[in-house]
Nanobody, 119 residues
Framework: VQLQASGGGLVQAGGSLRLSCAAS????????VAWYRRPPGKERTLVAS???????NYVDSVKGRFTISKDNSKNMIYLQMSNLKPEDTAVYYC??????????????WGPGTQVTVSS
């Protein structure tokens, strides 16, 4: 299984971006998914998570601005980001818990996509 994130780029403050994460390979089911980010010079931290069959959770700094979603039919994970701020500048990573078959579940990470918000 591989995850590939896309949709990052340079945007002005107040703008919007939608990050996409495509899962490919042997996939029976995608369960919990999440987006993380690593700002310049800082550690990677959780931004948003969506447990299978549950409700989304967000870090306080993005609540009301970011929306995480998943399309199981397309094996896609999304992060809609609105009203972007310079402090949102970071490399964004998608993570997914994937079942390649009924018996096992593994955690996979995408390689990251750069989001830069100019003031």
């Amino acid at each position: 299984v591989q995850l590939q994130a896309s949709g990052g780029g340079l945007v002005q403050a107040g703008g919007s971006l939608r990050l996409s994460c495509a899962a490919s390979g042997r996939i029976f089911k995608i369960n919990d998914v999440a987006w993380y980010r690593r700002p310049p010079g800082k550690e990677r931290t959780l931004v948003a998570s969506l447990p299978a069959g549950g409700s989304a959770n967000y870090v306080d700094s993005v609540k009301g601005r970011f929306t995480i979603s998943k399309d199981n039919s397309k094996n896609m994970i999304y992060l809609q980001m609105s009203n972007l701020k310079p402090e949102d500048t970071a490399v964004y990573y998608c993570k997914a818990d994937v079942q390649p078959d009924r018996n096992y579940e593994y955690e996979f990470w995408g390689p990251g996509t750069q989001v830069t918000v100019s003031s």
